[in-house]
């Protein structure tokens, strides 16, 4: 391969991105009970079948009057009134609110006929069957209004959606026990290497453990997936075709290690040999530079480099829409949000690529706050603990001061 050939199979980011969700399709559809729907994608519209509220109903404990009869009430001057009835919430009214009377009425209980409006309880005082109050009430005073919630017919949710509480509380008020939502894509995380250790195994000269299957395995489900993590694969040709075809049961493969261009990386020799169509393998990115995009069996494979903190940055920004986008989520949301954020210290980067640095991300006297990790190293997992950004220090850029904004992509909540 010539110099410029090789340069320019290297792509950007967002290069890298939009080939990915070119060919990312939809996982299939589900319905689920609503109690195990929450973290789920929506698959379907939702529209109101039915007024909220279903009539006109008090938003205040007091009594329900006829505006005009209240009218000019003071408290040297109260007017009085019959109380007819008491109403609690979920009872309707037995009798009409005629003039010169009131029904005493809790919060959430129907508007009994003839009344228009509700007196607060603070501003009255009741003795034996009548009620004095002490101030006017305008018509409509108090009262939540049938529909001024949600209107029968109303498309309340699109498919796409993120189920979280308010949504769930929601189609729960709409009278949905059962919603379709997304399928969650299986992936499958393998390891190569044969330097790997299984957790908890006894320690051995020369080895570590493999703990990218955790972390990987951990993103997958955050981002709404199912994983399932594979037996250690050792760095032969045999063992990771294998394992490769093993993992191409799942709707997604990623794998860690063996992406470079050692002697023992041979990730994707073992695509070629199974006839994957490798469809890119250098992002100008850092950490990850080597990440391996391609279809295998008809799947979606990410073969991510071995260092723990650059095959969890290639997760963020690659893996993570692409599973998103499999959900029916909108483009607008395959990725985290990205921010702008007051560096807290100096950053440094060599500036060959672009560089994602670990940060913490706060919130500190309303301003957002990036605070890099202070070793940015691709091995450096301890970098990734409560780190919830990566701030994107832009290729050419050696060194931006502490105060400057910059750009930071999201992979976690702010707290
Ligand atoms: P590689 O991308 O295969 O060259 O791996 C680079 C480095 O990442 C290795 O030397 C290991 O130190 C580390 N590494 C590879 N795989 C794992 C893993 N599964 N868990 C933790 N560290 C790993
Ligand atoms: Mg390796």
Known sequence: MSNSTVHAS????????????????????????????????????????????ARDNTAMDGYAVRAGDVEGATREKPVTLEVVETLPAGYVASRRVEPGTAIRIMT?????????????????????????????????????????????????????ADLRAGEIGQLASLGRPFVTVARRPTVAVLSTGDELLEVGAAPEEGKLVNSNAFSLASLAREAGALATVLPIARATPEDISAALVAASEAAVVVTSGGVSVGDFDFVKAALDALGAETN??????????????????????????????????????????????????????????????ELAGDVRSSGDRRNYQRAVISWRDGRLVAETKRA??????????????????????????????VRVQLIGEIV
């Not at 399709?25 to 609503?34: D, M, N």
């Not at 129907?110 to 607060?120: F, K, L, N, T, W």
């Not at 005082?125 to 009548?130: A, I, V």
């Not at 301890?382 to 400057?404: D, R, Y």
């Open 108 to 160: 959430g209980a129907p508007m009994p006929d003839g009344a228009d409006s509700v007196v607060i309880v603070e501003v009255t005082e009741s003795e034996g069957d009548t009620v004095r109050v002490f101030r006017p009430s305008k018509p409509g005073a108090s009262i939540r209004r049938r529909g001024e919630d949600v209107r029968a017919g109303d498309t309340v949710l699109l498919p796409g």
């Open 376 to 405: 940015q190293g691709s091995g450096v997992l301890s970098s990734m603990v409560a780190a919830n950004g990566l701030v994107i220090v832009p290729e050419g850029a050696k060194h931006i001061a502490a105060g400057e904004t």
């Open 280 to 341: 890119f393998w250098r992002v100008a990115m850092k950490p990850g530079k080597p990440v391996v995009f391609a279809e295998l069996r008809g799947k979606p494979f990410f073969g991510l480099p071995g260092n723990p903190v650059s095959c969890m940055v290639g997760f963020h920004l690659f893996v993570w829409p692409a599973l998103r986008k499999m959900m029916g989520v909108v483009p607008d949301r395959w990725m985290r949000p990205e921010v702008l954020a």
């Open 10 to 53: 290297i792509l950007t980011v967002e290069q890298a991105r939009d080939r990915i969700v070119e060919v990312i399709r939809h996982v299939g559809l589900e319905r689920v009970a609503l109690s195990d729907a929450h973290g789920r994608v929506l698959a379907e519209p939702i529209v109101a079948a039915y007024d909220i509220p």
